[in-house]
């Protein structure tokens, strides 16, 4: 997906680019026919398999595992068996439900699934810790 206009996102392949925040540097770059992107990001194995389980469930709301496992060569549940742990909580509140095969948001947690996702979303994750140790310390 390529994306035009100020600050916006672009996806292609493994990577994603944002565009400059300001319109005089959009156009400065576009009159000197430069491309106006000001950083962009090159998604490793990990970045993609979760890109796939997120898209998924916000977009389906709903996860074939198997497709995630085939895909991605992967046994799912011991590779994400921290961030399953994690999503029970919200499937004991009724919000989806997990079995060995589907991952499914049920009606009642549309309107969270970004919540939900979080869930797989590493560099959240990765966050949440470091401010918990920060404030241990």
């Known amino acids: ?3 035009f206009g100020i600050s916006s996102i672009s996806k292609v392949g493994p990577t994603y680019n944002q565009n400059v925040k300001t319109l005089d540097e959009y156009y400065d770059r576009l009159d000197a026919q430069i491309l106006p992107v000001f950083r962009g990001i090159e998604l490793n194995a990990d970045d993609i398999l979760r890109r796939s389980i ?13 497709s995630i496992e085939s895909a991605h060569l992967i046994d799912f549940h011991k590779y994400f068996a921290e961030e399953l742990g994690d999503l029970k909580e919200m499937e004991e509140a009724g919000l989806l439900k997990i079995d060995r095969e589907w991952i499914t948001v049920l009606p009642p947690g ?27 310390i």
Do not use: N
Not at 61 to 66: A, G
Not at 112 to 135: E, G, H, P
């Open 54 to 66: 997120i898209q998924a469930l916000m977009c389906h709301f709903e996860l074939s595992i198997e």
């Open 110 to 136: 549309r309107m969270l699934v970004r919540v939900i996702t979080m869930a797989f979303d590493r560099y959240l994750r990765a966050d949440r810790q470091r401010k918990r140790y920060s404030k241990v």
């Open 1 to 3: 997906m390529l994306s």
